[in-house]
Structure formats: structure tokens, C-alpha cells
């Protein structure tokens, strides 16, 4: 079992950055890749940027050249620093890891950005 925290959400202006962090706790020896991806209303989940256990980093072309997705320094967090921020970015953005077959999810934390 892995559970993920996410932290660092909140209210940004257009232009602004914001950067997001995400906790895995559990069997986090079994991670292989741990990413973001966020939900706007009435719209579906969707891939913002995800990093293997390795370093290999993926990105939405939606957001490639704004964000910039990284280990932190203690084995089980990411982070997620945005930058360029724009009212489409508004979304609950959730940390999600891949283990063992398996994903999983945080809570999610809600990234609003005002014009």
C-alpha cells in the first residue's frame, strides 16, 4: 500500500508560479513512477507530468514549457513547480504513484488561478 499528501495548493494570480509537493508514505520501495495529474470541472482527469524512479520526466504539451516536475531531495516526494500560470489551470491537481501493477491516489489539492 502506498498513500500520497499532497501540499501546496491554493489562489494564484495569471502570470504567477505555484509549487506543489506530494508525500508518499507506505511501501514506497515498490514506486516506480510518480507524476501529477489534475481535473478541471466537468472535464476528465488528465496527465500534467509524471517522473520515474529513475528520472525520466514526462509532460502534457499543455503544460511542458511551464512546469518542471522533480525528485525531492528524501526518496518518497515529488514536486510539481508551475510557473506562467493561466485561468485553464485551474483544476484539483492529485499526486498518483504506480506500484506493483497498482496506482494510487491522493486527495488531491485545488490550484485556482484568478485573471
Known amino acids: 500500500q502506498v498513500q500520497l499528501v499532497e501540499s501546496g495548493g491554493g489562489l494564484v494570480q495569471a502570470g504567477g508560479s505555484l509549487r506543489l509537493s506530494c508525500a508518499a508514505s507506505g511501501s514506497i520501495f515498490t514506486i516506480l513512477v510518480m507524476g501529477w495529474y489534475r481535473q478541471a470541472p466537468g472535464k476528465q482527469r488528465e496527465l500534467v507530468a509524471t517522473?520515474?524512479?529513475?528520472?525520466?520526466?514526462k509532460y502534457a504539451d499543455s503544460v511542458k514549457v511551464r512546469v518542471t516536475i522533480s525528485r525531492g531531495n528524501v526518496k518518497n516526494t515529488v514536486n510539481l513547480q508551475m510557473s506562467s500560470l493561466k485561468p485553464e489551470d485551474r483544476a484539483v491537481y492529485y499526486c498518483t504513484a504506480e506500484h506493483n501493477g497498482r496506482r494510487s491516489w491522493g486527495q488531491g489539492t485545488q490550484v485556482t488561478v484568478s485573471s
Open positions: 517522473i520515474t524512479s529513475g528520472g525520466f520526466q
